[in-house]
């Protein structure tokens, strides 16, 4: 089956950045949507971004211009680049692969962005 293991989250200050990577067990990439979710304690799960095969990319209004969506297909492998980070964009990240074999979630990976 697909595992997706997200990772480079952590703590850091607010105007900081990170780059969030999520990594699939198979090469399944190429074929799929690429989305970032994030979920904050006591909040619904929303859609942060959205990358297409052709690399057609969507951003929520909340992190528009800040963040980026990226991917490796040769390594199997989606980015978010998180700039200007601010406390309301802590939360757990998901990345999700969606394709005709499924919809593949990962572990998530904490984020927290201290004032």
């Known amino acids: 089956q697909v595992q997706l293991v997200e990772s480079g989250g952590g703590l850091v200050q607010a105007g900081g950045s990170l780059r969030l990577s999520c990594a699939a067990s198979?090469?399944?990439?190429?074929?799929?949507?690429l989305r970032w979710y994030r979920q904050a304690p006591g909040k619904q799960r929303e859609l942060v971004a959205t990358?297409?095969?052709?690399?057609?990319?969507n951003y929520a209004d909340s992190v528009k211009g800040r963040f980026t969506i990226s991917r490796d297909n040769a390594k199997n492998t989606v980015y978010l680049q998180m700039n200007s980070l601010k406390p309301e964009d802590t939360a757990v990240y998901y990345c999700?692969?969606?394709?005709?074999?499924?919809?593949?979630w990962g572990q998530g990976t904490q984020v927290t962005v201290s004032s």
């Open positions: 198979r090469s399944i990439f190429s074929i799929s949507v």
């Open positions: 990358i297409t095969s052709p690399d057609n990319t």
């Open positions: 999700n692969a969606n394709n005709r074999l499924g919809v593949f």
